[in-house]
């Protein structure tokens, strides 16, 4: 399989602010079952394929907003390099139900007990619980409960801005069927 070509852009901006903990935060916005924008931060877990991947509780809103419309934005921006990336196109849901190629098992094991412990946590977004409901669980958690879920975003526009030079460079890379168009923009 040959990589998207914004792909080794993005992988030498990972690479570049390695050093930065916060670099594997980005921006995920979804549309609400209202219509309107959600936003949230969420953290990269990595790639499946050419899709971008991060976990979720499948209690959360964010998947009834995907449910019924999996249309996506995430906004990435990068200190050291001075770069952005804006990803667009349709997030997929991997949850109990769903594990194609063993993702969701997988990605369970990268993450550490602490990441894990949340995933049994109460329902996100209820009123809060006692302090005893976000006690640690015992036992066994090699597999992942339920609520575990990993959301796949599956670019097909993704816009790369450069802000260090004057001019700066912007790139817009767009999908169509199977393959990828460039197309260097003003800034």
Same mark, same amino acid.
């Given at each position: 399989?040959?990589?998207?070509?914004?792909?080794?852009?993005?992988?030498?901006?990972?690479?570049?602010?390695?050093?930065?903990?916060?670099?594997?935060?980005?921006?995920?916005?979804?549309?609400?079952?209202?219509?309107?924008?959600?936003?949230?931060?969420?953290?990269?877990?990595?790639?499946?394929?050419?899709?971008?991947?991060?976990?979720?509780?499948?209690?959360?809103?964010?998947?009834?907003?995907?449910?019924?419309?999996?249309?996506?934005?995430?906004?990435?921006?990068?200190?050291?390099?001075?770069?952005?990336?804006? $990803? +667009?196109? #349709?997030?997929?849901?991997?949850?109990?139900?769903?594990? =194609?190629?063993?993702? /969701? *098992?997988?990605?369970?094991?990268? $993450? +550490?007990? #602490?990441?894990?412990?949340?995933?049994?946590?109460?329902? =996100?977004?209820?009123? /809060? *619980?006692?302090?005893?409901?976000?006690?640690?669980?015992?036992?066994?958690?090699?597999?992942?409960?339920?609520?575990?879920?990993?959301?796949? *975003?599956?670019?097909?526009?993704?816009?790369?801005?450069?802000?260090?030079?004057?001019?700066?460079?912007?790139?817009?890379?767009?999908?169509?069927?199977?393959?990828?168009?460039?197309?260097?923009?003003?800034?």
């Amino acid at each position: 399989m040959t990589l998207a070509p914004w792909r080794p852009a993005l992988a030498r901006a990972l690479h570049r602010n390695r050093a930065r903990a916060y670099c594997r935060y980005l921006q995920l916005a979804t549309i609400s079952t209202e219509g309107k924008p959600s936003n949230r931060t969420v953290v990269f877990r990595g790639f499946v394929k050419e899709a971008l991947q991060v976990v979720t509780d499948s209690r959360s809103e964010k998947v009834q907003q995907i449910q019924a419309c999996p249309w996506a934005e995430a906004c990435w921006y990068f200190t050291v390099t001075r770069e952005q990336f804006r $990803l +667009s196109g #349709k997030l997929s849901l991997i949850d109990s139900n769903k594990d =194609p190629d063993t993702v /969701r *098992l997988s990605t369970w094991k990268t $993450l +550490s007990d #602490k990441a894990r412990q949340q995933f049994y946590w109460p329902h =996100p977004g209820q009123p /809060r *619980l006692d302090e005893t409901a976000f006690e640690p669980v015992t036992g066994s958690t090699e597999y992942p409960p339920d609520s575990f879920s990993v959301l796949l *975003l599956n670019a097909e526009r993704v816009e790369h801005l450069l802000l260090r030079g004057n001019p700066q460079n912007r790139y817009i890379y767009q999908k169509s069927d199977d393959d990828w168009s460039i197309e260097k923009v003003n800034p």
